[in-house]
Every structure is written in structure tokens, then in C-alpha cells.
């Protein structure tokens, strides 16, 4: 399954748009791609899905490139409880969950 | 919708005996359940697959017959950690999928797991 980089870490301020960036050169066909969101001491939480172009949800944006290298996810204006890690993944349609691998993930740190 | 629980929540025992932790799916039904692992300052690592009705899979380096697995139903899975040793202290985090569409996990809110 395609491997997944992203940055280790990132700061940003409250109020402004943050955007995580994940490369993922080796995706399939069938490959999705999601975001997670983890608090210290909790499960990872589901953000949002694609597969091209872009989606959007109440929470954050997510866009990705015609050619799926790669995917851009978008929080608007972020505040301090955005502090938390975010994870990229991709997943494969029907696949199994060896397929849904966890990677460093972004930690992203909101300063007031 | 997609609600998972586990329970408990946190749990403190003695070297050696053996901890059980349940993971539900509250509102939708899961053929498959996940179970994972992480360490302080780590990313989540998949120990083991749980299918409903029949064995589970693990991952290479996870011994089976440490971490039991346990899928009854379509909603509930257990993991219980046998003679469990101060290094088996750590986070648990269970996930579920949903039935079909697209691959798309629920977690848990993990249980945190301290060996005295």
C-alpha cells in the first residue's frame, strides 16, 4: 500500500488557516485518501475522505491533485483544541486494516 | 453515528494477572474489529484483526496467546492481556469498520493500560 510522508510538526496561530500536507506517490486505483485527528489519551478521530478533487465537511477541507500524489488537508481557522496530531492515510476499498497503516503523523501546535 | 466504546477506560494491576478490555460498536454492526497499540510519543501500531465468529489475525511479533481475542457478536470484541508484565503497559485502542462503502474506521477512545 502507498506510503504516506508527511511533516513531523507544525505551528501555526489561532484564527488562521492551516494546511497539512501528504505525499503519497505510490497510490492506487482503489486507494482512498483520509485524515485522522488524535488528542493525547483518546482514539483517533475520523476527519474526512476523498478520493479526487475536493471534499468538504463541517470540520475541514480536503484537496487533492488530479494526478493523487498527493492531498492537502485544510482546517480553517484554527483554535487552541486543534492542537492535536493528524494523521494521512491511505486506504484501500475492501481492504484490511494491514492495509491501514498509521505514519508519524503531523503535530500540529496552536498558539494563541 | 459510528459510535465505539471501550471499557474501561484506565486500569491499574499486578504483574501477572490478566486484564480484560471490551470494545462495542454502539450504533452500527462490525464484522471486523481492530485492535492497536501505542506507546508514549509513538504512532498507533495494529497488534491484531478481529473477525466475528472466528480467529483472529495477528501481526508478526504480537503472540497470540498473550493478547486473547474474542469476537462474539457483531458489536463487541475483547482483548485480554494475559500475565501481563510492566512492559505491556501502554495504550489500547480498538477501531471498527463499518459495513460496506468505502474503508472507513471508527476508534475507540483507547484504554490506558498501567502494569505495577
Known amino acids: 500500500l502507498a506510503k504516506t510522508t508527511q511533516p513531523i510538526s507544525m505551528d501555526s496561530y489561532e484564527g488562521q488557516e492551516v494546511n497539512i500536507t501528504c505525499s503519497h506517490n505510490?497510490?492506487?486505483?482503489?486507494?482512498?485518501i483520509t485524515w485522522y485527528q488524535q488528542f493525547p489519551s483518546q482514539g483517533p478521530r475520523f476527519i474526512i475522505q476523498?478520493?479526487?478533487t475536493k471534499v468538504t465537511n463541517e470540520v475541514a477541507s480536503l484537496f487533492i491533485p488530479a494526478d493523487r500524489k498527493s492531498s492537502t488537508l485544510s482546517l480553517p481557522r484554527v483554535s487552541l483544541s486543534d492542537t492535536a496530531v493528524y494523521y494521512c492515510l491511505v486506504v484501500r476499498r475492501g481492504g484490511s486494516a494491514r492495509q491501514l497503516t498509521f505514519g508519524s503523523g503531523t503535530q500540529l501546535t496552536v498558539l494563541p | 453515528g459510528a459510535v465505539v466504546s471501550q471499557h474501561p477506560s484506565r486500569v491499574i494491576c499486578k504483574s501477572g494477572t490478566s486484564v480484560k478490555i471490551e470494545c462495542r460498536s454502539l450504533d452500527f454492526q462490525a464484522t471486523t474489529m481492530f485492535w492497536y497499540r501505542q506507546f508514549p510519543k509513538q504512532s498507533l501500531m495494529l497488534m491484531a484483526t478481529s473477525n466475528e465468529g472466528s480467529k483472529a489475525t495477528y501481526e508478526q511479533g504480537v503472540e497470540k496467546d498473550k493478547f486473547l481475542i474474542n469476537h462474539a457478536s457483531l458489536t463487541l470484541s475483547t482483548l485480554t492481556v494475559t500475565s501481563a508484565h510492566p512492559e505491556d503497559s501502554s495504550f489500547y485502542i480498538c477501531s471498527a469498520r463499518a459495513l460496506g462503502g468505502v474503508e472507513t474506521q471508527y476508534f475507540g477512545p483507547g484504554t490506558r493500560l498501567l502494569v505495577l
Open positions: 505510490n497510490i492506487a486505483t482503489n486507494d482512498y
Open positions: 476523498g478520493y479526487k
